[in-house]
């Protein structure tokens, strides 16, 4: 409600079901929106892996505040910048990390974190660079086939200073 994210939520309004794009998945044998369909009949197992129904304009917002904009006035920007940096890392020049509904990638000499989930039909992706103050969301209404989020990723945080 602070962030006035109004269309991320949990279970889908059914104005929101008829904007929802169908969800496609891609394999050798052709593409098919059965298993997404499937998805929204019965989702309560996948609800506690988070699970949001999301619009660009409500991850953009998301995207915005995890880089400290509007003022910090849902979260000290000290302690979020804070929460951000509590991850993982094991092993010499590991390039992902994951920490507490976080994650950060390694391009070149630029560290960017973000979160990639999915669900039969749907994908998405937000990555930010904080000190670069530039981000990507990536929201997909397909799962497997030739696209790749990481070329995405890796081109836009490659080049953009």
């Known amino acids: 409600s602070p962030l006035q994210m109004s269309d991320t939520v949990f279970e889908l309004t059914p104005a929101q079901r008829t904007?929802?794009?169908p969800g496609w998945t891609i394999s050798?044998?052709?593409?098919?929106?059965?298993?997404?369909?499937?998805?929204?009949?019965g989702r309560g197992y996948r609800v506690p892996t988070?699970?949001?129904f999301s619009t660009l304009d409500d991850m953009t917002r998301w995207l915005r505040f995890q880089m400290g904009e509007p003022a910090p006035t849902v979260f000290d920007a000290a302690a979020l910048a804070k929460a951000q940096r509590r991850?993982?890392?094991s092993?010499?020049?590991?390039?992902v990390g994951y920490g507490i509904g976080i994650q950060f990638r390694r391009y070149g000499d630029?560290?960017?974190?973000g979160h990639s989930g999915?669900?039969?039909?749907?994908?998405?992706?937000m990555y930010f660079d904080p000190e670069q103050r530039t981000g990507i969301v990536i929201l997909r209404s397909a799962v497997f086939g030739t696209f790749d989020t990481e070329a995405i990723l890796s081109a836009a945080f490659s080049t953009a200073r």
Do not use: C, M, W
């Open 91 to 95: 092993g010499p020049g590991l390039r």
């Open 118 to 125: 999915g669900v039969p039909g749907y994908q998405a992706e």
């Open 19 to 21: 904007r929802l794009a």
């Open 28 to 41: 050798k044998s052709g593409a098919n929106t059965q298993e997404s369909e499937a998805e929204l009949a």
């Open 87 to 89: 991850i993982a890392i």
């Open 110 to 113: 630029r560290v960017v974190f």
């Open 50 to 52: 988070g699970g949001l």
